[in-house]
């Protein structure tokens, strides 16, 4: 819904004309009647007048703004494009699409035997969680040293520098979880 369908339907709510609402909330009835026909969206300060005159939250004006997103997001595994190699035994692959828009950023990293993971290091907010799917691995945060195996699990502020090392004898697979996400 538009923010001047919204506010004609919260106006008609209140049984209220647009002469009444221009009176009492100061904003100019053109203005109004220009935002309830869709031709203007109006200004933050216009829009807390109106909230104020209607006895609404601005978060209330802005409820139905937005389309509902997609509650459940389908990935399947042949799907999966954004692949980012490390080096010839390391890569990371996501496991969710426009990771941006979400709360939270799901990797699959893949080590052979031997192999690691760039060091890197987040903003100051940002967390880490990671789970051994298969492997033995040695998780370097800042200047401590922690060893893992299948389904051992390590959660971390990830603004400490570290990286991951596969230590085993075979390829390891860990799902590492960021959030917020962060590239």
Known sequence: MSIGKTIHALRK??????LELADKSGVALATLSRMENGKMTGTLESHMKICEA?????PELYTDLYAPRKSVELQ???????????????SS?????????????????????????????????????????????????GSEKYTLTKNDSLYFESNVPHYFKNIGSSDARIVCVTCPPAL
């Open 76 to 90: 399947k595994h042949k799907a999966r494009t954004e692949i980012f190699i490390h080096d010839k035994k390391a």
């Open 54 to 58: 209607l006895s609404v939250t601005l």
């Open 13 to 18: 709510e209140n049984k209220m004309t647009l």
């Open 93 to 141: 692959e996501m496991l969710a699409s426009r990771v941006l828009n979400k709360k939270m950023m799901p990797i699959l990293i893949k080590l052979d035997k031997g192999g690691a993971t760039h060091k890197e290091e987040t903003k100051y907010g940002i967390e880490k969680f990671m789970y051994v799917l298969e492997g033995k691995i040695e998780a370097s945060i």
